[in-house]
């Protein structure tokens, strides 16, 4: 049993101004055996795909991995990096021998220049490469997918939790299915629903109201023995693609009647959730005010997410902690590569030194905020993740460096955009993690994995930003008439 292995993955902010190239994502490619081993042991896709074939003693034929690049969002990928990667994807298949079926790690939420359904459009490609096998595809939550998907493969598996901490457990679901499938055990058989919903990422946590309710319903169902599996990608808002928003599909096994009704159940329930899934959120000015008050009454520390940065350069929550006097915060990152390099060849560890920070990137970013603190780590880090998801992974992160301001107040000023989904990436340039009542992070909802086991309270802001949980206050071009809230009432 041979199976042919390859992930093409890229959420694309097309609100971001830097267009993805080949250049952006070529540093992070890996081909041949190293696409297995550079995951074997880390909790991925791929790695789950490992796990059952190595108990089926099944054999994969690695072609090549390539997506997300470190540093901020990036925009739409242009046809010659997407078709560089698709096209090396199907030729690396059609010149691997005699396959059995091919297992596709993609996103959902990639969006190509002249390309409508790049996720479609790499499975018709793999399919024209490889004949009538069976092609199965995993998929991020964060999914922007319509028919066009299901009907070009014979299986599509979404991760059900955000933060994402289940990719292993789906690429081993995936796996399975196309162990069956190819022993003549299990008939794959796929509907696909869009209930006409998208919402900004920070309202789809998978262990909360309303995506919980989604999710409970799809377990329910797949309870049944004829049930593969049933799985909900609430969309990626942030890509002006027609295909944006959720989707509901069903995986039976030979029923096609079946599974239509599954994936039409769930898509009733969650239209029934929509206004759920786009309900307000503070502003930064109140939002902070909130949350120095509840610092005040003993809870600490908060986790201030900060979910519409995704260039980095966001001062909206930093410029408010500082003017409502916070003490005791850390911001893990504030990108301005100026500004990190300026200091790095002029000033040291121990100086006091004044800069202007942040506010460049966009017009969403906010002003520049002025500085004025003592350097007390400056240097490139390496780390270890320690958090659920990932964990284990090594990260070399660029250039860092972080102001003391006074009052137990730190900023890192970073050459690339810098989160901290775990207590890694705050730990490594020497914060206290223990010390602080306020952590601002660059992130949504996968921050949650690590800190909800260590803050008192998650408090997510509306913050100004191309990432924005009023998705109203973005102009879209490419979306279709009936998409909740965007263009329909």
Known sequence: MRIGVASFSHETCTFCPDPTTIERLEPGARRGEEVLEGTRGIPSYINGFIEVAEEEKAELVPILSVGMAPGPYTSWLDRECFDKYADEIATGLAEAGDLHGVLLALHGAMAVKSILKPEAEIVRRVRSAVGDIPIMVTLDLHANEDHELTDASDAVFVIKTYPHVDSEETGIIAARCMV??????????????????????????????????????????EKRDDVFCVSVAPGYAYSDVPDIGMSVIAVTDDDQELAEEIAENVSKRAWSLREALNRPLPRPR???????????????????????????????????????????????GISDPDVAR????????????????????SEHSGDPVELTGVI????????????????????????????????NRHVVISERMRGSNDSAGLTSVGVDIDSLDIIVLKSRVHHRAFWDHVAAVDFPMDAPGIGPADLTTLTYEHVPEGIYPISAE
């Not at 909360?208 to 799809?218: I, Q, R, T, V």
């Not at 005010?289 to 908060?302: D, F, Q, S």
């Not at 300026?342 to 942040?358: I, K, P, R, W, Y």
């Not at 992974?393 to 860092?400: C, E, I």
Request: hydrophobic share 35%; charged share 25%; aromatic share 6%.
């Open 342 to 361: 300026d200091l790095e060849s002029s000033a040291q560890e121990g100086d006091e030194v004044t800069v202007t920070v942040g506010g460049w990137a």
């Open 286 to 332: 109140e939002g902070v005010a909130e949350v120095i008050r509840l610092v005040e009454e003993g809870n600490r520390p908060i986790v201030i997410a900060d979910g519409a940065d995704r260039t980095g350069d966001s001062t909206h929550i930093l410029e408010e902690l500082l003017r409502q006097e916070a003490e005791n915060f850390a911001v893990p």
């Open 180 to 221: 069956q499938t190819l022993r003549g055990e299990f008939t794959p058989t796929q509907a696909l629903r869009r209930p006409g919903i998208v919402s900004a990422s920070i309202y789809q946590a998978s262990d909360f109201h309303p995506m919980k309710d989604l999710y409970d319903l799809c377990r329910e169902w």
């Open 376 to 407: 007390e780590y400056m240097g490139r880090p390496r780390f270890t993740l320690v958090g659920p998801m990932r964990k284990g992974t090594r990260v070399q992160d660029g250039l860092a460096i972080r102001l003391n301001l006074g009052s």
